[in-house]
């Protein structure tokens, strides 16, 4: 190894200081290769929690945040617009969890968005804070966007409202999934009750995606909860380096050219030609 490429490797758990006191050591043969090489062969254990596997890779979690981090764009323009207020959607975590623990982190009502995430199979959950879906009802309501310390359950006129937002949503973020596949995302049902979210297992394994949001002087979460039985069959499409390579199989490489071709059919270029 030349010494750039040794430095490479322990800076990740050296820090420079050391790196060079050792790289020192190494060169007058104070310190022997062997050494490090018999304790590196040494076998380490490492502590495996079963109830709560890691099945998410991460660069898998971190395609799922460029993902919504798109989407928090595309919202926070579709709200600014429909409320008529300064709206900020940012990505706040993307993060392995328990269906049980994000189950039992909500509160009493609580307003659920179960989607359908077609064409694969299962669903996944939006979840709105209270301080959040009260300011948007109100605004879409015609108010100011005020919210309420009272705990109440959720009117039919308000459920009907939230039902209608999730639909555009939705249709954002299958804008956000079109670089990875095509989704048909239907909405399924809107819970007040997360006792009648049962999506999936207990202790199935659950990607939570943490958005922070600002609707006026408002701040509050939204989460959206994504099985990982749901993801399987995508999985190696949430490589990055699948992503970002540019290579598509033959019948995406046609669609693409097809799409490219009625664009450019619908463009209207002027002429002019200059004679002499």
């Known amino acids: 190894l030349t010494n750039v490429r040794r430095e490479n490797i322990l800076s990740d758990v050296l820090s420079q200081q050391e790196i060079d006191e050792l790289l020192k050591a190494l060169s ?23 109830r709560r596997p890691n099945k998410f890779a991460k660069d898998q979690l971190r395609t799922l945040q460029i993902i919504y981090e798109n989407f928090s764009r595309l919202m926070s323009s579709y709200l600014s617009g429909v409320l008529r207020t300064y709206c900020q959607i940012d990505v706040v975590s993307v993060e392995p969890q ?30 709105f804070s209270p301080e959040i ?9 015609g108010g100011r966007g005020k ?24 249709g954002l973020m299958g804008e956000s999934w079109a670089n990875v596949f095509k989704t048909d995302l239907k909405v399924n049902a809107i ?3 997360a006792q009648f979210a049962q999506i999936v297992s207990p202790n199935e394994t659950i990607a939570i995606i943490t958005l922070n949001a600002i609707v006026g002087d408002v701040e509050g979460i939204i989460n959206l909860c994504i099985p990982y039985m749901v993801l399987e069959p995508i999985l190696p499409k ?16 046609d669609i693409q050219t097809e799409k490219i071709a009625e664009t450019i059919e619908d463009a209207y270029i002027d002429i002019r030609a200059v004679l002499g």
């Open 191 to 193: 819970e007040t009750n």
């Open 28 to 50: 007058s043969g104070e310190l022997n290769i062997n050494d490090i090489k018999e304790e590196a062969e040494e076998k380490k254990v490492r502590v495996y929690d079963f």
């Open 98 to 127: 328990t269906y049980y623990e994000f189950i039992n982190s909500l509160p009493d009502p609580v307003m659920l968005a179960i989607i359908d995430f077609k064409p694969l199979k299962g669903s996944m959950i939006i979840e």
């Open 133 to 141: 879906i009260y300011n948007i009802i109100d605004r879409l309501l």
């Open 147 to 170: 919210t309420t310390d009272k705990i109440r359950d959720f009117t039919e006129i308000e459920i009907a409202l939230t039902e209608r937002l999730v639909r555009h949503l939705i």
């Open 238 to 253: 949430l490589s990055t380096k699948f992503w970002f390579s540019g290579k598509m199989d033959e019948e995406d490489r």
